[in-house]
């Protein structure tokens, strides 16, 4: 392979993990798109209702209310179900005549990868099979709370339903983390079951980090990191909205190794490594430090840890 050939490959592949992000953005929109109506509908049965004054009316209108989110849970399955296939149909085209083609590798794909990847967990919301019963049930504990207090203490739902805001926020931003997630990672993950089958056709791998001020340090420490074997890759996502990938490599590509973080944290302007770092970090940096001594063990090393350790002793 020459420098061209190989270079020409790092492209291709960033410009596949720059499509996941754009897709990862598609799949939060649809997803919050279900949220929303779903809370919207519920909304109206408690303005419907206005006041909770029995306990049968409780259980009525909780009723009510478990038939609408028993129904987003329905989409969503449905969504992801709809979304895996199509998944599968690009990353087989992806693989076949793009990886495939460039490397010489004929991948085989296991009969039941679709099944495998809805058990495959992708963020803290857990599989794809799980994730609209996960969603659907953290909704559900907001409106019973809501549903039970009026009836307890007798207050009109349109004056309780603003008190819930906070609630109803913190789930609308765990959504969009877990499903930004899910979305980047259901491409990563198919690859990897891929890769996984194929093991033996491929000579290494190499763990790739999106590059921009959004990095988090753990991922920076791994960028670059090759791998024999695919059971020594790190699994991913390794947190919420990551947006590593890897990439399959050959030996005749150590040209055209992708930029590192480092490589590219030394080209941004002083501000924006402050920025990046923070300020006792960055004054680490300034010192000397590495940026990959800033995590251990895979881990960021805490701020306190780093002040405690290089920084009491001069003071």
Same mark, same amino acid.
């Given at each position: 392979m020459t420098k061209e050939e190989a270079e020409e490959y790092i492209?291709?592949?960033?410009?596949?993990?720059?499509?996941?992000?754009?897709?990862?953005?598609?799949?939060?929109s649809a997803?919050?798109?279900?949220?929303?109506g779903t809370k919207e509908e519920c909304d109206q049965i408690l303005l419907k209702y206005n006041k909770c004054t029995t306990k049968g009316q409780e259980k009525e209108i909780e009723k009510e209310i478990q038939n609408v989110l028993d129904n987003f849970e329905l989409k969503m399955e449905e969504f992801l179900a709809a979304q895996i296939k199509e998944i599968a149909d690009d990353e087989n085209e992806y693989l076949k005549n793009f990886i495939g083609n460039t490397l010489g590798i004929t991948f085989a794909v296991p009969l039941k990868i679709i099944s495998m990847l809805m058990l495959v967990p992708m963020a803290s919301a857990g599989t794809p099979q799980d994730f609209g019963k996960y969603n %659907? =049930? !953290?909704?559900?504990?907001?409106? @019973?709370s809501i549903i039970s207090r009026g009836y307890t203490f007798g207050n009109d739902f349109n004056e309780l339903l603003p008190e819930y805001k906070s609630q109803f926020n913190a789930f609308d931003n765990g959504l969009t983390s877990d499903s930004e997630t899910m979305g980047y990672s259901l491409s990563n993950e198919y690859d990897r079951i891929i890769y996984t089958k194929n093991n033996k056709q491929i000579s290494g791998y190499i763990w790739n980090a999106m590059l921009d001020g959004n990095t988090c340090l753990e991922c920076a420490a791994l960028s670059g990191t090759k791998y024999e074997k695919i059971e020594d890759v790190p699994y991913f996502p390794r947190h919420n909205r990551d947006r590593c990938w890897v990439t399959p490599y050959s030996e005749d590509m150590e040209d055209a190794i992708p930029e590192s973080y480092e490589e590219w944290f030394e080209k941004q302007?002083? %501000? =924006? !490594?402050?920025?990046?770092?923070? @300020?006792?970090?960055?004054?680490?940096y300034e010192q000397g430090m590495k940026i990959k001594k800033f995590v251990n063990?895979?881990?960021?090393?805490?701020?306190?840890d780093l002040k405690n350790k290089y920084f009491n002793k001069s003071n």
């Open positions: 492209n291709g592949v960033i410009e596949h993990a720059i499509s996941l992000v754009e897709y990862s953005n598609y799949f939060v997803v919050k798109g279900f949220a929303d %659907s =049930e !953290k909704l559900g504990r907001i409106y @019973k302007d002083k %501000s =924006e !490594k402050r920025k990046i770092l923070g @300020k006792t970090r960055f004054q680490l063990n895979g881990e960021i090393t805490p701020v306190k």
